[in-house]
T-cell receptor, first 112, second 113 residues
Framework: ELKVEQNPLFLSMQEGKNYTIYCNYS?????LYWYRQDPGKSLESLFV?????AVKQEGRLMASLDTKARLSTLHITAAVHDLSATYFC????????????FGTGTSLTVIP | DSGVTQTPKHLITATGQRVTLRCSPR?????VYWYQQSLDQGLQFLIQ???????AKGNILERFSAQQFPDLHSELNLSSLELGDSALYFC????????????FGPGTRLLVL
């Protein structure tokens, strides 16, 4: 079964700092998704990465995908308090239908 | 507001019972996905329907079933409920088959006593 590992699991950072969340997965895939979840809320799609080398940016968040290394990163630039949330990556597999495998999530707290 | 609606928001029931969760996708979206989120198992993909047909199956138990109706709304049926089925159940929809943005509903919180 595909394993998806995120690290760190918990991240506390000061406003204005930069940091990266890592998502490693155990088998070949060319689809990688990033989601945000606020406490007690549903999930919000952030990025869909569909090819090796894909890079997408929205505001202070930038996601990239390296399919050869089986690695995706979510980079946070100049963090602000509003980015405090849990971030999940998910890997998509097409060979057995259309499966999605989630990472454990990274709980991010941005301290003013 | 994602445009995806789910009912009910909360559900409390007893072990052995059966419940039905309902999801209405965004207007025009053909795919509906069901996910389970629990403290024990995290986020798990259960099943996907595309335009009325089952497209993919994930970690869905045999006690669970789903369908998508001609108007594209979907229902997730959970039967012979166990304590461990207590979780948040999300549905999501997307325009096509999953290689694009998914929009999530607010979820149904199920508590099995």
């Amino acid at each position: 079964e595909l394993k998806v590992e995120q690290n760190p699991l918990f991240l506390s950072m000061q406003e204005g700092k930069n940091y990266t969340i890592y998502c490693n997965y155990s088998t070949t895939s060319d689809r990688l998704y990033w989601y945000r979840q606020d406490p007690g809320k549903s999930l919000e799609s952030l990025f869909v990465l569909l090819s090796n080398g894909a890079v997408k940016q929205e505001g202070r968040l930038m996601a990239s995908l390296d399919t050869k290394a089986r690695l995706s990163t979510l980079h946070i630039t100049a963090a602000v308090h509003d980015l405090s949330a849990t971030y999940f990556c998910a890997v998509g597999l097409s060979d057995t239908g259309n499966q999605f495998y989630f990472g454990t999530g990274t709980s991010l707290t941005v301290i003013p | 507001d994602s445009g995806v609606t789910q009912t009910p928001k909360h559900l409390i029931t007893a072990t052995g019972q059966r419940v039905t969760l309902r999801c209405s996708p965004r207007s025009g979206d053909l795919s509906v996905y069901w996910y389970q989120q629990s403290l024990d198992q995290g986020l798990q993909f259960l099943i996907q329907y595309y335009n009325g047909e089952e497209r993919a199956k994930g970690n869905i138990l045999e006690r669970f079933s789903a369908q998508q109706f001609p108007d594209l709304h979907s229902e997730l049926n959970l039967s012979s409920l166990e304590l461990g089925d207590s979780a948040l159940y999300f549905c999501a929809s997307s325009a096509w088959d999953g290689q694009e943005t998914q929009y999530f509903g607010p979820g149904t919180r199920l508590l099995v006593l």
